[in-house]
């Protein structure tokens, strides 16, 4: 596990990478609900996020990184799916999800 000011460093780059996905969709005409709930979610889970970390609560925060990471797979495999979607959105959520990818890879969840 990350020590506290790394984890919250790293974190740091997830939660911006979620806030360019929201602003992306918000931006999006025609966005699918089901895409547009998915980020809004991972949005909520990420405003909650300090708190969780500031609790230094282990089994929280690997939930909290295990439920972004089940968000953010199914937000990039909607956009896989939709070839109407913008290059603006697809890489804004590939972007988040490479991000989540990488603070799970280096907690070792």
Same mark, same amino acid.
């Given at each position: +596990?990350?020590? #506290? ?8 780059f997830v939660e911006r990478a979620v806030?360019?996905?929201?602003? #992306?969709?918000? #931006?999006?005409?025609? /966005?699918?609900?089901?895409?547009? =709930?998915?980020?809004?979610? +991972? ?5 909650? #996020? ?7 609560? =282990?089994?929280?925060?690997? &939930?909290?990184?295990?439920d972004l990471e089940i968000l953010a ?11 109407? /979607?913008?290059?603006?959105? &697809?890489?804004?959520?590939?972007? +988040? ?6 603070? &799970?890879?280096? +907690?070792?969840?």
């Amino acid at each position: +596990m990350l020590h #506290a000011n790394d984890l919250q460093h790293r974190f740091y780059f997830v939660e911006r990478a979620v806030r360019l996905a929201a602003q #992306a969709a918000s #931006a999006e005409p025609g /966005l699918p609900r089901e895409l547009r =709930d998915c980020i809004e979610l +991972m949005d909520r889970h990420a405003d909650n #996020a300090r708190e969780v970390l500031q609790s230094a609560d =282990d089994a929280r925060v690997r &939930k909290l990184v295990r439920d972004l990471e089940i968000l953010a797979e199914r937000a990039r495999r909607i956009c896989n799916y939709i070839p109407t /979607l913008s290059g603006q959105i &697809k890489g804004a959520v590939t972007h +988040m999800h490479s991000q989540i990818q990488e603070l &799970k890879r280096d +907690m070792s969840v």
